[in-house]
Structures are given as structure tokens and as C-alpha cells.
């Protein structure tokens, strides 16, 4: 028996994982590189990456948190929607009488 809501429900968790650890990542990065941060290539290839998380998280946000507060937002927002979709796929597979976990 298929479950395809179960497979979004991994796919969606997973991408908001890959997209906290390149968050983290970049944060990383950007303290033990400093200022010459922009010079990296790793740095860029983080730039890329989370930028659309990181436009997303502009959008929902007010005006008054500055840009450098940005990702930190971001992280606790995807942080919260990680908890979030594991809720979501324990209270699926109870219902469904599956074990997922």
C-alpha cells in the first residue's frame, strides 16, 4: 500500500533540514573567515543556496528587524517548521496505524 503523503511529509522535512544545515553552515563559516568571508568560495556557494530561504523569511518578517537578524529568524522559523512536520507525520502514521518512526 502506497503513502504518498508520508513521502511529502519526508521530502518537505528534509528540505527544511538541508536548508537549516546550510544556514548554520554559512554562519559557521562566516565566523572563522571574517572579513575576508566574500573572498570564499564555500561562502558563495552558502550565499546562493540560502538566499531563497532568506528572501522568503524578508517577505513574512516586518521592516524593523534588519537584514543581519535575518538568519537567525530564519533558523528558529525553520527550526520550529522541522518540530512542526515531525508532529505532523507522528500524528499521520497514528492515524494510519503505520510505524514511521
Not at 504518498?4 to 527544511?16: D, H, K, N, Q, S
Request: charged share 15%; net charge positive; aromatic share 10%.
Amino acid at each position: 500500500m502506497s503513502q504518498p503523503e508520508l513521502l511529502i511529509l519526508g521530502v518537505l522535512r528534509a528540505l527544511v533540514e538541508v536548508s537549516m544545515l546550510f544556514l548554520l553552515g554559512q554562519g559557521l563559516l562566516a565566523l572563522l573567515a571574517g572579513s575576508r568571508r566574500h573572498d570564499n568560495t564555500m561562502y558563495k556557494l552558502f550565499v546562493i543556496v540560502t538566499a531563497p530561504v532568506l528572501k522568503a523569511m524578508r517577505k513574512i518578517t516586518p521592516r524593523q528587524i534588519i537584514d543581519k537578524h535575518l538568519p537567525f529568524i530564519a533558523f528558529a522559523v525553520l527550526f520550529w517548521l522541522w518540530i512542526g512536520l515531525a508532529y505532523v507525520k507522528k500524528v499521520y502514521c497514528d492515524a494510519n496505524l503505520l510505524e514511521c518512526f
